[in-house]
Protein backbone atom coordinates (compact mmCIF):
# COMPACT_ATOMS: atom_id res chain seq x y z
CA UNK A 1 0.00 0.00 0.00
CA UNK A 2 1.07 3.78 -0.61
CA UNK A 3 2.47 5.91 2.56
CA UNK A 4 -0.93 7.67 4.18
CA UNK A 5 0.37 10.85 3.20
CA UNK A 6 0.60 9.57 -1.13
CA UNK A 7 -3.08 8.05 -0.24
CA UNK A 8 -4.23 11.05 0.75
CA UNK A 9 -3.01 12.89 -1.88
CA UNK A 10 -3.89 11.06 -4.53
CA UNK A 11 -7.25 10.91 -3.66
CA UNK A 12 -7.80 14.16 -3.48
CA UNK A 13 -6.84 14.66 -6.57
CA UNK A 14 -9.31 11.45 -7.88
CA UNK A 15 -11.52 14.40 -5.97
CA UNK A 16 -10.48 17.35 -8.55
CA UNK A 17 -10.85 14.95 -11.45
CA UNK A 18 -13.92 13.61 -10.77
CA UNK A 19 -15.32 16.34 -10.44
CA UNK A 20 -13.54 17.98 -13.54
CA UNK A 21 -15.33 15.40 -15.74
CA UNK A 22 -18.66 15.15 -14.30
CA UNK A 23 -18.83 19.01 -14.97
CA UNK A 24 -18.35 18.50 -18.59
CA UNK A 25 -20.47 15.82 -18.99
CA UNK A 26 -23.29 17.14 -17.18
CA UNK A 27 -24.52 19.35 -20.63
CA UNK A 28 -27.34 17.11 -22.58
CA UNK A 29 -25.57 18.08 -25.96
CA UNK A 30 -21.97 17.69 -24.66
CA UNK A 31 -21.06 15.26 -27.54
CA UNK A 32 -22.09 17.75 -29.84
CA UNK A 33 -19.78 20.51 -29.68
CA UNK A 34 -16.56 19.72 -30.84
CA UNK A 35 -14.40 21.68 -28.21
CA UNK A 36 -16.69 20.07 -25.23
CA UNK A 37 -15.77 16.40 -26.98
CA UNK A 38 -12.48 17.35 -26.93
CA UNK A 39 -11.92 18.77 -22.88
CA UNK A 40 -14.27 15.50 -22.31
CA UNK A 41 -11.92 12.88 -23.62
CA UNK A 42 -8.77 14.69 -22.10
CA UNK A 43 -10.75 14.94 -18.38
CA UNK A 44 -11.42 11.21 -18.92
CA UNK A 45 -7.63 10.64 -19.71
CA UNK A 46 -6.48 12.61 -16.49
CA UNK A 47 -8.76 10.76 -14.24
CA UNK A 48 -7.49 7.47 -15.70
CA UNK A 49 -4.49 8.03 -15.21
CA UNK A 50 -5.19 9.03 -11.11
CA UNK A 51 -7.07 6.04 -11.07
CA UNK A 52 -3.51 4.17 -12.65
CA UNK A 53 -1.82 5.27 -9.37
CA UNK A 54 -4.04 4.33 -6.64
CA UNK A 55 -3.67 1.65 -4.66
CA UNK A 56 -6.69 -0.47 -6.40
CA UNK A 57 -7.54 -2.54 -3.73
CA UNK A 58 -8.98 0.62 -1.80
CA UNK A 59 -11.32 1.41 -4.31
CA UNK A 60 -14.31 -0.63 -4.60
CA UNK A 61 -14.85 -1.16 -8.44
CA UNK A 62 -11.79 0.03 -9.41
CA UNK A 63 -11.65 -2.04 -12.54
CA UNK A 64 -15.07 -1.62 -13.99
CA UNK A 65 -14.59 2.17 -13.26
CA UNK A 66 -11.06 2.21 -14.82
CA UNK A 67 -12.41 -0.04 -17.76
CA UNK A 68 -15.14 2.31 -18.44
CA UNK A 69 -12.95 5.60 -18.80
CA UNK A 70 -11.37 3.90 -21.24
CA UNK A 71 -13.81 3.14 -23.23
CA UNK A 72 -15.09 6.68 -23.26
CA UNK A 73 -11.75 7.93 -24.54
CA UNK A 74 -11.82 5.45 -26.90
CA UNK A 75 -15.45 5.58 -28.37
CA UNK A 76 -14.70 9.37 -28.91
CA UNK A 77 -11.50 8.70 -30.87
CA UNK A 78 -12.13 8.67 -34.61
CA UNK A 79 -14.83 11.63 -33.69
CA UNK A 80 -11.98 14.14 -32.16
CA UNK A 81 -9.36 12.97 -35.23
CA UNK A 82 -11.67 13.75 -37.88
CA UNK A 83 -12.31 17.17 -36.32
CA UNK A 84 -8.78 18.10 -36.09
CA UNK A 85 -8.58 16.60 -39.91
CA UNK A 86 -11.73 19.11 -41.03
CA UNK A 87 -10.09 22.37 -38.99
CA UNK A 88 -6.57 21.69 -40.78
CA UNK A 89 -8.09 21.24 -43.95
CA UNK A 90 -10.15 24.52 -43.68
CA UNK A 91 -6.91 26.30 -42.69
CA UNK A 92 -5.33 25.44 -45.79
CA UNK A 93 -8.64 25.89 -48.00
CA UNK A 94 -8.62 29.52 -46.90
CA UNK A 95 -4.57 30.10 -47.79
CA UNK A 96 -5.28 27.59 -51.14
CA UNK A 97 -2.32 29.06 -53.96
CA UNK A 98 -4.77 28.31 -57.14
CA UNK A 99 -8.41 27.05 -58.43
CA UNK A 100 -6.93 23.49 -58.93
CA UNK A 101 -5.68 23.44 -54.94
CA UNK A 102 -8.72 25.16 -53.56
CA UNK A 103 -11.05 22.50 -55.71
CA UNK A 104 -9.52 19.75 -53.85
CA UNK A 105 -9.53 20.91 -50.48
CA UNK A 106 -13.42 21.50 -50.82
CA UNK A 107 -13.47 18.17 -52.59
CA UNK A 108 -11.97 16.83 -49.64
CA UNK A 109 -14.12 18.56 -47.13
CA UNK A 110 -17.12 17.52 -48.67
CA UNK A 111 -16.24 14.17 -48.37
CA UNK A 112 -14.61 14.83 -44.42
CA UNK A 113 -18.11 15.96 -43.22
CA UNK A 114 -19.32 12.91 -44.72
CA UNK A 115 -17.13 10.88 -42.57
CA UNK A 116 -17.48 12.97 -39.23
CA UNK A 117 -21.14 12.62 -39.66
CA UNK A 118 -20.95 9.21 -39.97
CA UNK A 119 -18.47 8.98 -37.05
CA UNK A 120 -20.70 10.92 -34.79
CA UNK A 121 -23.65 8.77 -35.10
CA UNK A 122 -21.48 5.19 -34.63
CA UNK A 123 -20.79 7.76 -31.44
CA UNK A 124 -24.23 8.34 -30.71
CA UNK A 125 -25.12 4.97 -30.52
CA UNK A 126 -21.80 3.85 -28.73
CA UNK A 127 -22.57 6.40 -25.65
CA UNK A 128 -26.14 5.19 -25.82
CA UNK A 129 -24.73 1.75 -24.83
CA UNK A 130 -21.78 2.59 -22.91
CA UNK A 131 -23.12 3.01 -19.26
CA UNK A 132 -20.35 4.43 -16.88
CA UNK A 133 -20.48 3.42 -13.61
CA UNK A 134 -21.28 5.74 -10.95
CA UNK A 135 -18.07 7.26 -10.83
CA UNK A 136 -19.20 9.20 -7.48
CA UNK A 137 -19.02 6.17 -5.64
CA UNK A 138 -14.89 5.81 -6.53
CA UNK A 139 -14.93 8.52 -3.47
CA UNK A 140 -16.53 5.67 -0.67
CA UNK A 141 -13.07 4.30 0.38
CA UNK A 142 -12.67 2.75 3.42
CA UNK A 143 -10.75 4.24 6.05
CA UNK A 144 -7.05 4.05 5.27
CA UNK A 145 -5.36 1.19 7.42
CA UNK A 146 -2.00 0.12 8.39
CA UNK A 147 0.52 -1.26 7.65
CA UNK A 148 1.60 1.42 5.46
CA UNK A 149 5.10 1.68 3.54
CA UNK A 150 7.29 3.48 5.77
CA UNK A 151 8.41 6.23 3.43
CA UNK A 152 8.90 9.54 2.31
CA UNK A 153 5.87 11.28 0.33
CA UNK A 154 9.08 12.55 -1.92
CA UNK A 155 10.55 8.47 -2.10
CA UNK A 156 6.73 7.48 -2.72
CA UNK A 157 6.15 9.60 -5.27
CA UNK A 158 9.24 8.65 -7.03
CA UNK A 159 8.42 5.21 -6.69
CA UNK A 160 4.99 5.89 -8.74
CA UNK A 161 7.18 7.63 -11.67
CA UNK A 162 10.31 6.24 -11.84
CA UNK A 163 9.04 3.32 -13.91
CA UNK A 164 7.02 5.72 -16.16
CA UNK A 165 9.52 7.56 -16.81
CA UNK A 166 11.40 4.41 -17.93
CA UNK A 167 8.46 3.30 -20.02
CA UNK A 168 7.60 6.55 -21.56
CA UNK A 169 11.90 7.73 -22.43
CA UNK A 170 13.39 5.10 -22.57
CA UNK A 171 13.75 3.97 -26.10
CA UNK A 172 13.63 7.68 -27.79
CA UNK A 173 17.12 6.91 -28.96
CA UNK A 174 15.59 4.44 -31.79
CA UNK A 175 12.68 5.98 -32.41
CA UNK A 176 14.79 9.13 -33.23
CA UNK A 177 16.97 7.27 -35.50
CA UNK A 178 13.90 5.80 -37.72
CA UNK A 179 10.17 7.40 -38.28
CA UNK A 180 7.97 5.04 -37.34
CA UNK A 181 4.67 6.26 -37.34
CA UNK A 182 2.96 3.77 -35.29
CA UNK A 183 5.65 3.21 -32.95
CA UNK A 184 5.90 7.42 -32.38
CA UNK A 185 2.22 7.80 -31.96
CA UNK A 186 2.49 4.77 -28.95
CA UNK A 187 5.35 6.98 -27.40
CA UNK A 188 3.02 9.92 -27.49
CA UNK A 189 0.16 7.57 -25.53
CA UNK A 190 2.92 6.87 -22.86
CA UNK A 191 4.45 10.23 -22.52
CA UNK A 192 0.81 11.97 -21.58
CA UNK A 193 -0.07 9.42 -19.19
CA UNK A 194 3.58 10.53 -17.27
CA UNK A 195 3.02 13.76 -17.60
CA UNK A 196 -0.78 13.25 -16.25
CA UNK A 197 0.70 11.22 -13.60
CA UNK A 198 3.60 13.76 -12.74
CA UNK A 199 0.58 16.52 -12.80
CA UNK A 200 -1.37 14.45 -10.07
CA UNK A 201 1.66 13.98 -7.80
CA UNK A 202 2.80 17.78 -8.01
CA UNK A 203 1.84 18.76 -4.25
CA UNK A 204 4.68 16.36 -3.33
CA UNK A 205 7.18 18.96 -4.73
CA UNK A 206 8.38 21.76 -2.93
CA UNK A 207 7.52 23.89 -5.80
CA UNK A 208 5.55 23.22 -8.99
CA UNK A 209 7.59 20.66 -11.41
CA UNK A 210 7.19 23.21 -14.40
CA UNK A 211 10.11 22.78 -16.26
CA UNK A 212 9.54 19.17 -16.60
CA UNK A 213 6.11 19.22 -17.64
CA UNK A 214 7.50 21.93 -20.30
CA UNK A 215 9.64 19.08 -21.57
CA UNK A 216 6.90 16.24 -21.37
CA UNK A 217 4.62 19.03 -23.32
CA UNK A 218 7.25 19.51 -26.45
CA UNK A 219 7.52 16.03 -26.66
CA UNK A 220 3.83 15.52 -26.69
CA UNK A 221 3.02 18.68 -29.02
CA UNK A 222 5.67 17.10 -31.40
CA UNK A 223 4.81 13.90 -31.74
CA UNK A 224 0.71 14.96 -31.63
CA UNK A 225 1.61 16.70 -34.75
CA UNK A 226 3.54 13.78 -35.98
CA UNK A 227 0.24 11.64 -35.57
CA UNK A 228 -2.51 14.21 -36.85
CA UNK A 229 -0.03 14.69 -40.00
CA UNK A 230 0.64 11.19 -40.55
CA UNK A 231 -3.30 10.08 -40.30
CA UNK A 232 -3.94 12.95 -42.75
CA UNK A 233 -1.92 12.31 -45.19
CA UNK A 234 -2.96 8.75 -45.16
CA UNK A 235 -6.31 9.76 -45.83
CA UNK A 236 -5.19 11.77 -48.95
CA UNK A 237 -3.41 8.44 -50.63
CA UNK A 238 -6.81 7.04 -49.90
CA UNK A 239 -8.20 9.81 -51.69
CA UNK A 240 -6.44 10.17 -53.97
CA UNK A 241 -6.29 6.68 -55.05
CA UNK A 242 -9.99 6.83 -55.99
CA UNK A 243 -9.71 9.99 -57.83
CA UNK A 244 -7.22 8.07 -60.11
CA UNK A 245 -9.64 5.04 -60.19
CA UNK A 246 -12.19 7.43 -61.70
CA UNK A 247 -9.70 9.46 -64.00
CA UNK A 248 -10.45 12.46 -62.20
CA UNK A 249 -7.03 14.21 -62.89
CA UNK A 250 -7.43 17.37 -62.01
CA UNK A 251 -9.07 16.88 -58.68
CA UNK A 252 -6.39 14.19 -58.39
CA UNK A 253 -3.21 16.97 -59.19
CA UNK A 254 -4.70 19.18 -56.57
CA UNK A 255 -4.54 16.46 -54.04
CA UNK A 256 -1.04 15.39 -54.79
CA UNK A 257 0.49 18.80 -54.54
CA UNK A 258 -1.95 18.80 -51.07
CA UNK A 259 0.16 15.65 -50.51
CA UNK A 260 3.63 17.31 -50.89
CA UNK A 261 2.90 19.91 -48.36
CA UNK A 262 1.24 17.58 -45.85
CA UNK A 263 4.54 15.09 -46.12
CA UNK A 264 6.75 17.88 -45.96
CA UNK A 265 5.13 19.14 -42.34
CA UNK A 266 4.81 15.62 -41.10
CA UNK A 267 8.83 15.24 -41.66
CA UNK A 268 9.06 18.62 -39.92
CA UNK A 269 7.56 17.53 -37.00
CA UNK A 270 9.76 14.71 -37.08
CA UNK A 271 12.44 16.44 -36.77
CA UNK A 272 11.49 18.17 -33.81
CA UNK A 273 11.03 15.35 -32.07
CA UNK A 274 14.27 14.37 -33.08
CA UNK A 275 15.52 17.52 -32.13
CA UNK A 276 14.13 17.11 -28.59
CA UNK A 277 14.78 13.61 -28.28
CA UNK A 278 18.52 13.17 -27.13
CA UNK A 279 17.95 15.97 -24.49
CA UNK A 280 15.19 14.08 -22.43
CA UNK A 281 15.86 10.51 -22.37
CA UNK A 282 14.66 8.56 -19.28
CA UNK A 283 18.33 8.82 -17.47
CA UNK A 284 18.11 12.67 -17.82
CA UNK A 285 15.03 13.14 -16.95
CA UNK A 286 15.00 10.80 -13.90
CA UNK A 287 18.35 12.95 -12.59
CA UNK A 288 16.70 16.41 -12.70
CA UNK A 289 12.86 14.39 -11.18
CA UNK A 290 14.98 13.46 -8.30
CA UNK A 291 16.09 16.78 -7.75
CA UNK A 292 13.04 18.96 -8.24
CA UNK A 293 11.82 15.97 -5.40
CA UNK A 294 14.80 16.67 -3.39
CA UNK A 295 15.86 13.42 -3.45
CA UNK A 296 19.66 12.21 -3.83
CA UNK A 297 20.91 10.61 -7.51
CA UNK A 298 19.67 7.06 -8.03
CA UNK A 299 23.16 5.97 -8.28
CA UNK A 300 24.36 7.82 -4.57
CA UNK A 301 26.45 10.65 -6.36
CA UNK A 302 26.47 14.10 -5.49
Known sequence: MHPAELAILLHRALEVRLAGLQALLAPADWAENMEQLHQVRVSARRLGAVLDLVDAEAYPGHKSRRRALKDLVDVLGLPRELDVHADDLRARLLEARNPVQAAALEHLLEGMDRARAKARRAMRREL?????????????????????????????????LGPRVEAALGDLAPLAAQEDAPALHKARVRIKKLRYALEALESAFAAPPEALLKELRGLQTALGDHHDLATLEALLWETEAGLRSRDRGTLRGGVLELLGEVAEARRAAFDRFTALAPRQGS????????????????DGSL
Do not use: I, K, N, Y
Open 283 to 298: AAFSRALREALGLPPA
Open 128 to 160: EHLRLPDLQRLLEVPALRDPFQQMSLQEAAWAC
